[in-house]
């Protein structure tokens, strides 16, 4: 899955038109994403801001210049597939910040538990060659300790493509390969 912050800034003369153009602007950008597949459970706000904006000359007091609200959401997008088409049908509903995409795993649980099989595979074959090293033979295990699991890469920055781009070419996004880790410690008991 990936997950992308984006919103919409707009500035207007006073704080009420700049949250009602910003209302309406991301009206429509929910409005793509819905179009889009990706489902209201998917979608949060992750920031809602209004700010009065100076303009400031060396030597004078600072002038209101107007007011800039800003709305940004974070969306999760299960459908690798659709995260460039996504973008951009955001971007042509009004979105003017994109803050960054990560992606990550629906459901780490499983590759965490794959990973634990492996790493005491591992272990045990490691455990048994000093075991043979030494000469002796490999008893039980006394303790075993586990580190590491399942970390999501963190948001990359993405930015707002240039409309000049052909507007049948979607931008293009690529996830990568995750990685599950998990890092066992364990004692063994060895024969004499």
């Not at 800003?70 to 459908?79: Q, Y």
């Not at 948001?155 to 931008?171: I, K």
């Amino acid at each position: 899955m990936a997950t992308i912050t984006f919103g919409v800034v707009t500035e207007a003369a006073t704080a009420r038109e700049a949250m009602a153009l910003n209302a309406t602007r991301m009206t429509e950008v929910v409005a793509a994403l819905r179009r889009a597949g990706i489902a209201a459970r998917e979608v949060q706000t992750s920031g809602l801001n209004l700010s009065a904006q100076y303009d400031y000359v060396q030597n004078e007091p600072p002038r209101l210049r107007g007011y800039q609200a800003s709305n940004r959401v974070t969306v999760r997008i299960l459908d690798l597939d659709k995260v460039g088409t996504t973008a951009d049908a955001v971007v042509a509903a009004g979105v003017n910040q994109i803050d960054g995409i990560g992606f990550g795993l629906v459901d780490p649980e499983v590759a965490e538990d794959q990973a634990r099989v492996l790493a005491v595979q591992a272990l045990q074959s490691k455990a048994r060659l000093y075991a043979e090293a030494l000469g002796t033979t490999l008893g039980p295990i006394r303790s075993l300790s586990e580190g590491g699991g399942y970390a999501p890469q963190p948001p990359m920055p993405m930015y707002a493509r240039s409309q000049s781009m052909s507007a049948d070419a979607s931008t293009p996004v690529s996830a990568g390969e995750m990685v599950v880790r998990i890092d066992i410690t364990g004692v063994y008991d060895i024969g004499r």
